[in-house]
Every structure is written in structure tokens, then in C-alpha cells.
């Protein structure tokens, strides 16, 4: 399969007001997709799409194949939202043992995925007692059991410290080069860098995509931050 992301026309309102404006978007298998823009942007919105969880008004999501939320997505799909989703009463191995049984995944994927993440030595501790980056690391733990084929990370290294948002990346660096898809969003803009491909949102339109040396050709500029900015102050340009 060379596509595992295929969304076409998509349009999500909520209470009134449309979110997001006629989003195209195609994502390669196994490579790392950023998607970045400010918050509000609808970075979130376009993700649950994604997953299945956002009611959509128009348009078409297809994953893997399938209709995005299709229930034989479940197991091949592994989403971490920004909030912690893990249980704060249960120690880390409890939480991952019991996602493993749900998932229908061998309980051997546990200690495994602890090591990923780097929580090998808090897996005995309950989660309402780790930092902030800790839980957040507890949700990706759990994304990562059964080996999915899509990742769909909201914000995972947000609170993270330098070290181990390093450590995450070169995570997500060898699952790609092991096949898996990752869709990664970010409001920081040096997350850009260590992405192969990048979806630009703004308003709930897609500003700009293509690789990050794309980018900087169309602009003009090498740092991201700035390719940003200079496609922003562009598209300002046009509609005066």
C-alpha cells in the first residue's frame, strides 16, 4: 500500500461555524507526516478524523484502505491524544495490561513497550503519581501495544524535556523504517525537522505541504520557523 492516509474535501462544523474548509491530504506509508500549525489551528479536529471519533460534514477519510473509524481499524490504529488517556489509579503495568487485554495482544508486549517509551523503571508506579511527561509517555506505551500500522500522535512531546523528546523522535524514526505510518502534530515548528513530510495548517485550511527542503525552496528561507511566517505573510499578500 503506498498511501495510508487518503483525505479528500473534508469539512468539519461545529456549534455553527466550519472548523475545518475542504482539507486534501494524502500520506505515504511508512514515513513520518507532521502536521503543524498554531493551536486552533485544527490540528486536533483533522486527527480525530482521522480516527474516527469527529463527525464530519463533508468529504471523504480513508485509512489504511478503510473508512476512517471502521471498526477493523481498531487493532491497526493506535491514537494518543494530548490528555493522558490512561487510568491515574492503576500503576503503569496494570494500565498496560489491561489495554493489551483489550486489544487482544500478548501480555510479552508490555515490558517492550515500556522499554520504548523509557519507563522501564516507573513500571510499578501509579500514573496520578508521575510528572506530566511521564503519563504522557503511559498513553504512547499503550498506543504502541499489537504493533499498529498508524500511529496518530496529538502532541506527544509537548512538557517533554530536550533529552527525551530526542529519544522519542529516534522511537519514531525506527517504527517508520520499519513500516509504521506516523502522523505526528505540533505547534512548535524545530519538530519539523526530523519530519519527512509536513502539512502546514492554518485557520482549518492546509497552508502549505511537502517535504521541510521543499518548503524552503518555495520560500526562500532555511529556517522553519521563518518558511512559516514567509507562507503566512504570502498568503496575506494574495488575499489584499
Known sequence: MSDAVVVRDLHVSRGGREILHGIDVVVGAGSITGLLGPSGSGKTTLLRCLVGVQIVAGGTVEVLGLRGGDVRLRRRVGYVTQAPSVYGDLTVTENLRYFAAVLG?????????????GLGDHAHDVVNRLSGGEQARVSLATALLGKPELLVLDEPTVGLDPVLRRDLWRLFEQLAASGVTLIVSSHVMDEAQHCQRLLLLRDGRILAQGTPDELRQRTGVDDLDEVFLRLIEDEQGADA
Not at 495482544?105 to 517509551?117: C, G
Open 105 to 117: 495482544t500478548s501480555v510479552s508486549d508490555v515490558a517492550k513497550v515500556l522499554s520504548d517509551v
